[in-house]
């Protein structure tokens, strides 16, 4: 069976996965990239935007789990981009330029469908107004049996958690008082009681934490 | 200077200090013994309880941290006992029993001053209804020089974060989700920005995190 993952999933101390105005300019909001300089060090991230460098550390391993074994993503629509409501403008194709990391069919949840998008380099965007069940559905379908991994953000995950159908959870506390934004932990008391939890600091300032389901 | 210390305050992942729904038979309400239970394996915390064993690792090194230097804590009501408005029992004298693991001036934060208790053992509790920075310039001169803790609950520790009055903050991240209670951080956006931070992870499967106001 293919399992549901979560990856390098930032929040603040406060339990904040993005601030407050998300805008064209800011996809955190306020919180800027306070959330992910930790990710932007590693060379995961260097390699996902084509890039030499990078570190290699504690930092890197946990963030380099993202990519392998993974067929299909779901994100929310505010992962996708900054508009609300109906599409003003189709010709938004995502903040990640003509080549987007994923490299698999992914799936934005809207309430306002449109055509889907082909990327270079194997992304293709699916618009789905669906229940985190039936998008699931569609995206185990599409991902050939590999995993699928839900991209964010908060609401996102939060409404995967509360559907019970992650297996695996990996939070990065920021060490940082956000205030403002939107938070994971609302609705999910007693989340630790379905998973094996474990966490790490990493020299790096951060520290990981990982969920993960229990295997029958 | 003295420096005003707050040690081992657990909070769940959603930033909760303590359950819901205190009672006599529940300090942390909902919580249970979920927050403390790292502390109580601790041999610091045996030896604060008059018994012997208990672990030396981590976590105990952390525990340890609580006692020596201090001159005076300041407490909520609400880490003192269950009661709520005027007290209509003056016979509470704490969780404690008769000889309670403070031994020094230890200052009741209420609405409702009674006469001060003296206990076995050097604490005496003092009932002050009083701002942060007053209860801060009273504990100071009970502590002779010493540094004062600031011993909760969670919006104790907040005031006096507000109030810009603590130099050092020991928290324990319990990897849990509690869902309802008293929460530490609302208020508190920016707070690292005052502070140098450190994380480190037990074995024992807590985080354990250092807030430390960089010296003049």
Tied chains: 1, 2.
């Excluded at 890039?51 to 992962?79: C, F, H, L, Q, Y």
């Excluded at 380099?121 to 599409?142: N, Q, S, Y």
């Excluded at 409404?159 to 019970?164: G, I, N, V």
Aim: glycine content about 14%.
């Amino acid at each position: 069976m293919s399992l549901v993952r979560v990856h390098n999933f930032s929040i603040s101390l406060d339990g904040y996965g993005t601030g407050e105005g998300q805008s064209l300019d800011a996809p955190f909001g306020h919180a800027g990239t306070r959330l992910t300089e930790w990710f932007f060090e590693t060379r995961a991230f260097h390699r996902m935007t084509g890039r030499e460098g990078g570190t290699t550390g504690v930092d890197d391993a946990m963030a380099s789990a993202w990519g392998p074994g993974i067929g299909a993503e779901i994100m929310g629509r505010n992962k996708f981009g900054p508009q609300r409501g109906p599409w003003e403008d189709e010709s938004w194709r995502g903040w990640w330029g003509e080549e987007p990391p994923f490299r698999t069919p992914t799936f934005v949840l809207t309430h306002h469908p449109r055509p889907s998008v082909e990327m270079e380099g194997g992304t293709v965007f699916h618009f789905l107004d669906a229940t985190p069940e039936e998008a699931l559905r569609r995206a185990r379908e599409a991902a050939g049996g590999l995993d699928v991994r839900i991209g964010g953000g908060p609401s996102t995950v939060r409404a995967f958690l509360e559907a019970d159908l992650i297996d695996h959870l990996h939070v990065v506390l920021v060490p940082i008082v956000l205030g403002r934004g939107v938070q994971l932990w609302p609705g999910l008391e007693g989340l630790q009681e379905r998973f094996d939890t474990e966490a790490v600091s990493s020299p790096g300032g951060v520290v990981h934490l990982t969920f993960t389901r229990p295997r029958a």
